[in-house]
């Protein structure tokens, strides 16, 4: 057994999701780019308190064409010693194939990203550490050899929960963990993305699964979650460490209120089935729409600017 100590080294996150617009609900954000900054910033004031490496679980964009804005952004503000995989919204089409057309692939070129390949060890020395990525769509193998006086850790993306309360509803069976996970065996330490409700457990006896959880709280059914990371300590300990929420803006819950009771897609589809296959058609039976439900002017401009910008 390892011995304890108080010793932190490197911070664990994943589901970053940086876009260039807000999602709706944070939409009352004077400034997005500086809503994402802040945890950033606070990630950034850990890794110089404690002179470790930042590791990701993926989703470090939530588009994987992200724009020139936004990734200069990245580049700007993500920690230094960044090692991530991608997740599926780094990839186009969710193709791992295709993954240097994307703007994480600029971020690696850019030496920004130390990207974590699919299954290969990297070894971090100074840390006694070995990485073994797994991004979305690579399987995931089991270790085979230990190194001694390293940790082991496999740095996953992919869906998984830990009971009900951490998955979503009617989550398939297949997605919870098991307490003998047999493509886990050897690791020590588990880093997952893609849930974004964050959670710790065990499996295989002795080993750590971290799931990071989205590192900023991004809709309405977040309102109540406490955006984490991981703080990973020499004996293979990990410690969740929640971050600073109070000053996130989003729309209050009576705008909620409004989108819920008004905007019916039953009734919208219903209308779009009489047009013409024609986007000119379709923005103007959404203007309409969204007129004739006196749908939050706030809400309609998001719908459809939201639309242009998909053009």
Known sequence: MRKKTNKVIAILCAD???????????????????????????????????????????????????????????????????????????????????????????????????????????????????????????????????????????????????????????????????????NLIGYDVIVYGDNHKGFITKVNSNSTIFNCGTLMRRHSDEIDYKPQTGLLYEDGRVETYYLDTLKDKYLETSDNRVVESNFDMKELFKALEKLDDTALDFVVAMKRYLKDKKIDKKVTDMILEAMENEK
């Open 16 to 182: 970053i999701h940086l876009s260039l617009k807000p999602p709706i609900w944070r939409s009352a954000e004077p400034d997005w780019f500086e809503a994402m900054k802040r945890p950033l910033d606070e990630i950034k004031f850990l890794q110089r308190k404690f002179d470790c490496p930042v590791i990701c679980a993926g989703d470090v964009f939530d588009k994987w064409n992200s724009s020139a804005e936004l990734i200069n952004f990245a580049i700007d503000n993500l920690p230094q010693n960044f090692y991530s995989i991608p997740g599926q919204h780094d990839l186009p089409l969710h193709n791992y194939q295709d993954i240097e057309k994307s703007a994480y692939w600029t971020l690696v070129e850019a030496s920004k990203i130390i990207n974590l390949e699919g299954g290969n060890p990297l070894e971090i020395k100074k840390y006694h550490i070995k990485l073994y990525g797994f991004p979305y769509g690579v399987k995931i193998k089991p270790l085979e050899r230990k190194t001694e006086g390293y940790i082991h850790i496999a740095v996953i993306h992919e869906y998984r929960c830990s009971n009900k309360n951490t998955a979503y509803p009617n989550a398939p069976e297949e997605s919870y963990l098991r307490m003998n996970e047999k």
